[in-house]
């Protein structure tokens, strides 16, 4: 299964069959503390009457609340997202698991209402992204991780492939055999990975994408070959990305034509089922490039000036990352938005500055590279406005 689909997730899961999903990541946008205007959700256990069906073989009726524009704020942040990890719960496999990716605005409030929901038996890890990027504030400690939260639909019965995890660097490789060093050594609950940089050839140029390496890890983990991975908040299709190279199949869910779009692009190599919309016609090829006639040697210093006529003639090859305009709008792919990041490609590039025990996960090199994507300059649109914040 490889479907992308249009639409407001709290619309589209109910239509979703039962039990289809290994694995739910999802990746809602955060609570910015700007007004927002997000349309919000009731879903009401019935007696067996309403018309969706739900966790435990339950039914509940699903209606829309008008809550118009307001102050942003972790109230209706939860009341936007709980309906919906509701709704989704009943795609899962009875031994699937749900990642929901918050930061330190919102994750202390999902992770009650979720305890609620699922018992707090189902909670597993919450798993810190630590990054290094951008700004520093510098009347408090600058923020730089995000939160994963791990529950799983039955607390004993789950997939978790130990052997699965990507091996990293000890703190202090000298206190341990030389085969243990070369070896690595399994990650903890606190995984470092750089952003994706601005310059890289992941980048989409979608505001808030997400690292492929932190997808890889999670999908290979908890889930296997031949599942199908769920992400209804899917932005770029980072997930699909991600479950594709490791053999899962996806269904992505995004209310923003631009994101289904720009994940439809990335993914046109896996042929993926568009519903809602259209997959975007391929790029043209590019012309090609006139060869340059040199100019004669000059007598007295020929090496010279042939290399320069050649470096000036011949323009540099565009790489995918390249070619991709970056989005109109100024916010980088950090997940850390408060921060303004600063432009340059130098800093973009930077690796946090990790100590030989806290290193960040290597990025895969399997499976084909992304095609290079080209991506039309992004509009802002309403449903984007989560994705700007005050700087600090
Ligand atoms: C933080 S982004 C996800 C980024 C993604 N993880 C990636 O790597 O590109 C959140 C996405 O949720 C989408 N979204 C917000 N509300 C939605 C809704 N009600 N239904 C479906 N998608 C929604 C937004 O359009 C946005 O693309």
Redesign the pocket.
């Known amino acids: 299964m490889k479907r992308i689909i249009l ?6 899961l109910p239509t979703l069959p039962e039990g289809f999903a290994r694995l739910i ?6 609570n910015t503390g700007e007004p927002q205007k ?2 919000r959700i009731r879903v009401v256990a019935t007696d067996g009457a309403g018309d969706r069906g739900g966790f435990g073989g339950r039914r509940y009726e699903v209606s829309k609340v008008e809550s118009g524009s307001y102050e942003d704020d972790f109230g209706d942040f939860e009341a ?1 997202l709980m309906p ?1 990890i509701q709704l989704a719960l009943r795609c899962l496999t009875p031994d699937g698991s749900l990642f929901v ?1 918050l930061d330190y605005r919102e994750v202390h409030y999902i992770k009650v209402a979720l305890d609620r929901l699922l018992g707090r038996k189902h909670f597993k890890n919450e798993i810190i992204w630590a990054y290094d990027f951008g700004g520093r504030s510098r009347n408090r400690w600058p923020s730089k991780h995000d939160t994963i939260l791990w529950y799983t639909k039955d607390p004993n019965d789950y997939v978790f492939h130990f052997d699965e995890m990507d091996r990293i660097p000890y703190m202090a490789p000298g206190l341990v055999s030389k085969e243990k060093a070369k070896r690595g050594k399994t990650p903890t609950d606190v995984w470092w990975h750089t952003i ?1 940089p601005t310059a890289g050839r992941e980048k ?1 140029g ?6 492929l390496g932190i ?1 890889n890890r999670v999908i290979k983990v908890h889930s296997s070959p031949g599942d199908v991975v769920l ?9 699909a990305e991600a479950a594709i190279r490791h053999d899962r199949g996806f269904v992505l ?4 034509p ?2 289904v779009r ?2 439809a692009t990335r993914l046109a190599r896996f042929e993926p089922e568009c519903i809602g919309f259209e997959l975007p016609p391929p790029p043209p090829p590019p012309l090609p490039l006139p060869v340059p006639s040199l100019p004669p040697p000059l007598p007295s210093s020929p090496s010279f000036v042939a290399d320069t006529a050649v470096l000036e003639s011949t323009p540099e090859p565009s790489g995918p990352e390249l070619s991709t305009p970056e989005p109109s709008t100024p916010e980088p ?1 950090s ?1 850390e938005p408060s921060t303004p990041e600063p432009s340059t490609p130098e800093i973009c590039a930077e690796v946090p500055p990790i100590g030989p025990g806290v290193p960040e996960i290597c990025p895969e090199v399997e499976g084909p590279l992304p095609v290079p994507i080209h991506v039309e300059p992004v509009e802002p649109v309403s ?2 406005h ?2 700007t914040f005050p700087s600090e």
């Open positions: 639409g407001d997730n709290a619309e589209v990541y999802i990746d809602p946008p955060f997000r349309e936007f919906r990716h994706v989409t979608y505001p808030t994408q997400k690292p997808l992400d209804f908040f899917a932005g770029s299709g980072t997930t869910i995004d209310s923003n631009e994101a720009v994940a792919s997940p449903s984007l989560d994705f």
